[in-house]
């Protein structure tokens, strides 16, 4: 058996322009969603929400961690069964439908990406890998309820993003920033 190379590794895990700008996107429209980011990262002039949404990570969340919770409702439901939607407005469930494409499409390419960038656990990456796109749009709306923000455990961090947005500190910034990346290894320790 041969060994994986840092080499190989990094190709798998570089991040292209591409990539980047659509988490970018992804992020500037969940800071702009109503009620998901604190009430002063909402009152943030979009400006000051574009700096921070250029976090290398994600700052939503939904539930891609969990990897016993994505497999079954990846797959194709059962003929004849009918889904209980809650109900959730259209921007929400417009911004869900576009990170579960964000999330099959990185997946599928490079699962190391989906994990790096959205927090997925290993079965749940697998998972989004083998689903059809047709199912990714019919999860939009049941799948919206779970949105949150990413480490909503963790005031902290938020709090310090926002003080840093307000002050317009890059500085601050990209200590946040790092302080993020800090919390996405944190998860993956046993």
């Not at 970018?24 to 400006?47: C, K, V, Y």
């Not at 869900?96 to 990456?125: C, I, K, N, Q």
Request: charged share 20%; net charge neutral.
């Amino acid at each position: 058996m041969q060994e994986p190379s840092a080499d190989s590794w990094s190709r798998e895990a570089s991040i292209t322009v591409e990539i980047a700008r659509a988490l970018r996107e992804l992020n500037l429209g969940f800071l702009q969603l109503d009620g998901f980011a604190a009430p002063r990262l909402t009152a943030l002039p979009d400006a000051r929400k574009a700096a921070i949404a250029s976090c290398p990570y994600a700052l939503f969340d939904l539930r891609f961690h969990d990897g016993t919770y994505w497999q079954p409702r990846l797959r194709e439901p059962e003929p004849g069964c009918v889904a209980e939607m809650p109900p959730v407005d259209e921007a929400t469930v417009a911004f869900v439908r576009l990170v579960l494409f964000y999330a099959w499409h990185l997946a599928s390419t490079t699962r190391l990406r989906a994990r790096l960038l959205l927090g997925m656990h290993e079965r749940t990456a697998a998972a989004f890998a083998e689903a059809t796109v047709g199912r990714l749009s019919a999860l939009a709306v049941g799948e919206s309820v779970h949105l949150t923000p990413r480490w909503s455990h963790c005031e902290a961090f938020w709090l310090s993003l926002a003080e840093a947005a307000e002050r317009s500190d890059r500085s601050g910034l990209r200590r946040v920033q790092l302080y993020g990346l800090q919390l996405a290894a944190a998860t993956r320790l046993p």
